[in-house]
């Protein structure tokens, strides 16, 4: 089922303290960022995730005035376009600022595990719980309703209840809790018919 958020508020998922931030040199290597490049932190704050709609943001914020530092807006839930996680720890990540045609790469993560292992996890849940089945009801929606009614001069087999019952067919256009009733059974002894021909005579006994 999916979720019933309303798509114009905004819903906090998460909300972390002694969030960094790190300038970005140019990977070394193919193969990703690495944190063991980077320099001090270049600041220190909150960080808030924030759900509106199929629109995450990930928002750093000052942690004494709570003013907005940096955002990271991840659209219809694709966070593995905006935020790619170094290749030598599982505490950072590069985050992908976009403001209007312009975009700029800066470093992110946490001194505590815990807090990485939650950041991480809030953004798959969001995916997983409200973006995937947002998109599945609506595939579901758009999938035409098959037509399961009789077409005319179709027949159904239906099994009459009861011992000895017997497979009946019923036609398209025959509402189907309308049977018609069984073939009439066999005339039972009692109640045939008296006999047509002439009464029969008893014998006369003998005169004494």
């Not at 809030?122 to 579901?140: G, N, Q, R």
Request: aromatic share 8%; hydrophobic share 35%; proline share 8%.
């Amino acid at each position: 089922m999916a979720d019933e958020r309303d798509p114009d508020v905004e819903y906090v998922l998460l909300n972390k303290r002694d969030a960094k931030v790190y300038k970005v040199p140019p990977a070394a290597s193919a193969s990703g960022h690495k944190a063991s490049d980077w320099q001090e932190a270049i600041w220190r704050g909150n960080l808030r995730i924030v759900a509106r709609g199929t629109e995450l943001s990930i928002r750093l914020l000052d942690s004494s005035s709570g003013n907005l530092f940096a955002q990271c807006v991840i659209p219809d839930g694709l966070y593995e376009h905006y935020v790619e996680r170094v290749v030598d720890s599982s505490r950072y990540w590069v985050l992908k600022i976009v403001n209007g045609p312009r975009h700029a790469f800066i470093g992110f993560g946490f001194s505590e595990r815990n807090d990485a292992f939650d950041f991480n996890a809030c953004l798959a849940d969001f995916k997983a719980t409200f973006i995937d089945k947002v998109h599945e009801a609506k595939a579901a929606e758009a999938m035409p309703t098959k037509d399961l009614s009789l077409k005319e001069g179709e027949t159904i087999k239906v099994s009459l209840p009861g011992k000895g019952a017997r497979r009946r067919e019923v036609k398209a256009g025959y509402p189907a809790g309308l049977l018609a009733p069984p073939p009439a059974t066999s005339t039972s002894v009692q109640d045939a018919p008296p006999p047509t021909g002439p009464p029969c005579r008893h014998a006369s006994h003998p005169r004494r």
